[in-house]
Nanobody
């Protein structure tokens, strides 16, 4: 498995921006896709964005397309999620995930998860 540590969450006003980071360590001998999921209070964990090992292929949930950008610094084994035009509905705990073969939107395709970082968007 891969160890994942997220950072960058916080409180922001609606319309503002926030960036999350996820540093991966451990299983580095094989390539894997990484992604971000989020879980709001009382709701299921949902897909946000995913990126291939090389960083050339990305996949977004419709709800964040055009507002969020996922990027990867391969040498640092770090994935970023840049969130713009934030809405109160974006409030959730954001989880980094790794281990999928491709940039998937299925939780079951990922075998490693971070501890989560809270993002709160005030109206």
């Amino acid at each position: 498995q891969v160890q994942l540590v997220e950072s960058g969450g916080g409180l922001v006003q609606a319309g503002g921006s926030l960036s999350l980071s996820c540093a991966a360590s451990g299983r580095t001998f094989s390539s894997y896709a990484m992604g971000w999921f989020r879980q709001a209070l009382g709701k299921e964990r949902e897909f946000v964005a995913a990126i291939s090992w090389t960083g050339t292929n990305t996949h977004y949930a419709d709800s964040v397309k055009g507002r969020f950008t996922i990027a990867k610094h391969t040498a640092r084994n770090t994935v970023y999620l840049v969130m713009n035009s934030l809405k109160p509905d974006d409030t959730a705990t954001y989880y980094c995930a790794a281990g999928a073969a491709t940039p998937s939107d299925y939780k079951a395709d990922f075998d490693s998860w971070g501890q989560g970082t809270q993002v709160t968007v005030a109206s």
